[in-house]
Nanobody, 118 residues
Framework: QVQLVESGGTLVQPGGSLRLSCTTS????????MRWYRQAPGKDRELVARIDETGSRRTYADSVKGRFTVSRDSGKKSVYLQMNSLQFEDSAVYYC???????????WGQGTQVTVSS
């Protein structure tokens, strides 16, 4: 059974930091690109960060470059999103996604809410 379980979302003040985690099971973690998406109310789901299968290549949305860092731990089958200098506009539900390139196999987590508010 495939599972992607996000955690770490909470209420945080502007300028603060959070670390999201996504723990996975049920598939071969090392074969999948891992991505973080977010979706704010009334907006489309947005790709925030991506890390390749080996962790050697990372890409970010322009809106989070320099503030967010994506990482993965193969031993723990987990992916992380370190979010610094949080802004109001970062408020959203954050989703973990696993994609096997070339196979069309894709899995989603249930999401974790991040709210940036003073």
């Amino acid at each position: 059974q495939v599972q992607l379980v996000e955690s770490g979302g909470t209420l945080v003040q502007p300028g603060g930091s959070l670390r999201l985690s996504c723990t996975t099971s049920g598939f071969i973690f090392g074969q999948f690109v891992m991505r973080w998406y977010r979706q704010a109310p009334g907006k489309d789901r947005e790709l925030v960060a991506r890390i390749d299968e080996t962790g050697s290549r990372r890409t970010y949305a322009d809106s989070v470059k320099g503030r967010f860092t994506v990482s993965r731990d193969s031993g723990k089958k987990s992916v992380y999103l370190q979010m610094n200098s949080l802004q109001f506009e970062d408020s959203a539900v954050y989703y973990c996604n696993a994609l096997r390139m070339g196979w069309g196999t894709e899995f989603w987590g249930q999401g974790t809410q991040v709210t940036v508010s003073s």
